[in-house]
C-alpha cells in the first residue's frame, strides 16, 4: 500500500539550530501534503498546506519565516524549523494526499520527535 | 468555531466488549469526508474507517463500524470485540474542501484504555 516516509524520526539540537524534516512518498505522486504538529496528550494540528511547484499556505497562527516548507517535487516535501528554540520541541508530523479528491485516506508519516535543548 | 468535537478525553472498555467513540462536526459544505485515526503511544496515525458524506450505507472495516447519522452530524466509531491492542488514542478527523484545497482537520481525541 501507499507508504509515506519521514525522516528523522527523531532530533536533539541546540537552541538555534535550524532542523530539516523530509517527508516523502514512496509508491505514489504527491500533489499535496500537509505538516501537523502535536503537543503532548493534545490533537494534530495542522501548520501549513504545500502543493507542488508552489507556495506553501500557513494556517493562521503559524510563523511563516520559522517554519519553511518546500515541496519542489511530487514525492518530496520539506519542512525546516529554523533557528529552533525550546519552545519549538514537539512532534512533526507529515502527510500526503494524492487528490483529487477520492475516498482514500491521507497517508502520514510516522512522525519526527523534536526536542530542542 | 470547533470543526470537530470529541467530547468523551478518555474511555475504558473491558476486553471482548464493544466500545463508542463519539464524533460530532460542522460543516456547510455538502461534500465532505470523515476518517478516524488511531495513534498508539509510538505515534503514528492508523487509518482505521472512511465514511463520504453522499454514502448511503454505514462504512465497516473489521471490528470498527462508523455509526454516520447525516442529520446529526454525528459519525461514532463503535470498536466490536475490543483486544487489550486497542488501547491508543482515537482521532475522529474531517475532511473538506477549504480555500481551494483540501484539509484534514482532527478533533480533540478519545484515549481509549481496554482492560483485561
Known amino acids: 500500500g501507499a507508504v509515506v516516509s519521514q525522516h528523522p524520526s527523531w532530533v536533539i539540537c541546540k537552541s538555534g539550530t535550524s532542523v530539516k524534516i523530509e517527508c516523502r512518498s514512496l509508491?505514489?505522486?504527491?500533489?499535496?501534503m500537509f505538516w501537523y504538529r502535536q503537543f503532548p496528550k493534545q490533537s494534530l494540528m495542522l501548520m501549513a498546506t504545500?502543493?507542488?511547484?508552489?507556495?506553501?499556505?500557513?494556517e493562521q497562527g503559524v510563523e511563516k519565516d520559522k517554519f519553511l516548507i518546500n515541496h519542489a517535487s511530487l514525492t518530496l516535501s520539506t519542512l525546516t524549523v529554523t533557528s529552533a528554540h525550546p519552545e519549538d520541541s514537539s512532534f512533526y508530523i507529515c502527510?500526503?494526499?494524492?487528490?483529487?479528491?477520492?475516498?482514500?485516506?491521507?497517508?502520514f508519516g510516522d512522525g519526527t520527535r523534536l526536542s530542542i535543548l | 468555531a470547533q470543526k470537530i468535537t470529541q467530547t468523551q478525553p478518555g474511555m475504558f472498555v473491558q476486553e471482548k466488549e464493544a466500545v463508542t467513540l463519539d464524533c460530532t462536526y460542522d460543516?456547510?459544505?455538502?461534500?465532505?469526508?470523515l476518517f478516524w485515526y488511531k495513534q498508539p503511544s509510538s505515534g503514528e496515525m492508523i487509518f482505521l474507517i472512511y465514511?463520504?458524506?453522499?454514502?448511503?450505507q454505514n462504512a465497516t472495516e473489521g471490528r470498527y463500524s462508523l455509526n454516520f447519522q447525516k442529520a446529526r452530524k454525528s459519525a461514532n466509531l463503535v470498536i466490536s470485540a475490543s483486544q487489550l491492542g486497542d488501547s491508543a488514542m482515537y482521532f475522529c478527523?474531517?475532511?473538506?474542501?477549504?480555500?481551494?484545497?483540501?484539509?484534514?482537520?482532527f478533533g480533540s481525541g478519545t484515549r481509549l484504555l481496554v482492560r483485561p
Open positions: 465514511q463520504g458524506s453522499y454514502d448511503q
Open positions: 478527523a474531517m475532511r473538506e474542501k477549504m480555500d481551494s484545497s483540501y484539509k484534514l482537520i
Open positions: 460543516t456547510s459544505d455538502p461534500s465532505y469526508g
Open positions: 502527510s500526503a494526499f494524492t487528490g483529487p479528491w477520492s475516498n482514500q485516506p491521507q497517508h
Open positions: 509508491d505514489f505522486q504527491a500533489t499535496t
Open positions: 504545500s502543493n507542488e511547484g508552489s507556495k506553501a499556505t500557513y
